[in-house]
């Protein structure tokens, strides 16, 4: 599987984006996806994820009620749309594919098998 994020820019605070990111390969629309993102000098950490059929979704407290996860499988795509955009999501965003064995899906980084290879999100105050 391969992804491709894209969609990040600059924003000032109070604004949105919409990161999209596109998978490629075989089954890539039975795997669960997720968001992480990584401000400069600080570890990564979990956004938001999605199961393969929509059933579980979850979000990281930061940006609950602000953020929402979709995906299109019918053309491989999962979206984050951000909404009130503070200067603390300022950061690099990767998206992430997990088999979790076509169900489920998880807030740590180390269960999924592949990444995009991120898309900086920059926002101003």
């Known amino acids: ?35 992480f993102r990584q401000a400069a000098g600080k ?15 979850y979000y990281a407290d930061a940006v609950k009620g602000r953020f929402t996860i979709s995906r299109d499988d019918a053309v491989n795509t999962v979206y984050l749309q951000m909404n ?15 088999w979790f064995n076509g169900y489920g899906n998880s807030r740590y980084e180390k269960e999924y ?3 995009g290879q991120g898309t900086q999100v920059t926002v101003s105050s």
């Not at 992804?3 to 629309?29: D, E, F, K």
């Not at 570890?43 to 979704?57: A, G, L, M, W």
């Not at 009130?84 to 997990?98: F, I, N, R, W």
């Open 1 to 35: 599987v391969q992804l491709q994020a894209s969609g990040g820019g600059l924003v000032q605070a109070g604004g949105s984006l919409r990161l999209s990111c596109a998978a490629s390969g075989r089954a890539s629309s039975q795997y669960a996806r997720a968001w």
């Open 113 to 115: 098998d592949y990444w």
């Open 84 to 98: 009130s955009l503070k200067p603390e999501d300022t950061a690099v965003y990767y998206c992430a594919a997990g």
């Open 43 to 57: 570890q990564r950490e979990f956004v938001t994820s999605i199961s393969r059929h929509d059933d579980s979704i």
